[in-house]
């Protein structure tokens, strides 16, 4: 871990040692997904892919979907305290967003390899351009809700799209 400064500390690259530091860390950093140093967004959407196929052996995707809302409230408590620890209101390293969001698109999607490949490159789409007002809303909402929240319009835009091509090409996302 380094420091820029000893004024305002930032973690450039928080490791293994403070993943385990403080729950919030783990969680915000997911579960180690988010410690990548080339594209933690993507490692992070990638983790909550397991973590779905899990859930699935006790939940419906709409009990998914529904879990979804404490999850929010859990990964706002963590982003918070794991961006405070780092110094950076959104570190690239914080990902429990992308886990999360990813969780409510896949909701949605039929549960086979083209359905899950479709909700991820569609979410992480909408992520990485994030379009209006995503954008406004990474860049001007602070603290964990900000974080949490720009990626769950990422989402529900996701899911918009999916949706949309589902009733074009009903047979897209069955194999």
């Known amino acids: ?3 820029s400064n000893t004024s305002a500390p930032s973690i450039l690259h928080p490791d293994w040692r403070f993943l385990l530091r403080h729950p919030a860390h783990f969680i915000a950093l997911g579960f180690g997904s988010g410690l990548a140093r080339q594209a933690p967004g993507t490692w992070g959407t990638l983790a909550g892919l397991p973590c779905y196929a899990l859930l699935l052996f006790w939940l ?3 009990q998914i979907a529904w879990l979804c809302l404490p999850m929010f ?3 706002v408590w963590a982003a918070s305290v794991t961006g405070r620890a780092l110094g950076v209101h959104d570190h690239g390293g914080i990902v429990i967003d992308e886990i999360v969001a990813i969780w409510l698109v896949l909701t949605i999607v039929p549960h086979t390899g083209s359905g899950w490949l479709a909700a991820f490159l569609v ?3 909408f992520d990485i351009l994030k379009p209006w007002p995503i954008r406004v809303l990474d860049a001007r909402v602070p603290g964990g ?3 949490m929240f ?4 990422a989402a529900l835009y996701a899911i918009g799209m999916l949706l949309g091509l589902m009733h074009v090409w009903p047979a897209l996302l069955m194999y």
């Open 1 to 3: 871990m380094t420091s």
């Open 145 to 147: 809700f900000g974080v």
């Open 73 to 75: 409230g859990l990964g």
């Open 150 to 153: 720009d990626d769950f319009v």
């Open 60 to 62: 419906t995707p709409v």
């Open 123 to 125: 979410f992480r789409v």
